[in-house]
């Protein structure tokens, strides 16, 4: 069991997380259960950063304009 700390994106609070040792290289991202906020989080344990922590976009619809004639 390899221990690792990353930021919590909801309370800002240093979690520590933790994930099993293997043979492989270092795991990409593993899920973490935040106990600063009990959620799930995604981190790449290599550097504490999470997988996806910028917002969700509202991507805007390409408009059909109609009001050519
Ligand atoms: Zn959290």
Do not use: K, W
């Amino acid at each position: 069991m390899q221990t690792f700390v990353f930021r919590c994106p909801s309370t800002g609070y240093n979690v520590q997380g933790s994930f099993e040792e293997s043979n492989s290289p270092l795991p990409t991202y593993v899920g973490q259960h935040c106990l600063a906020c009990r959620r799930l989080h995604i981190v790449d344990p290599r550097n504490g950063r999470l997988l996806a922590e910028r917002q969700p976009t509202t991507v805007p619809l390409p408009r059909h304009t109609e009001e050519l004639r």
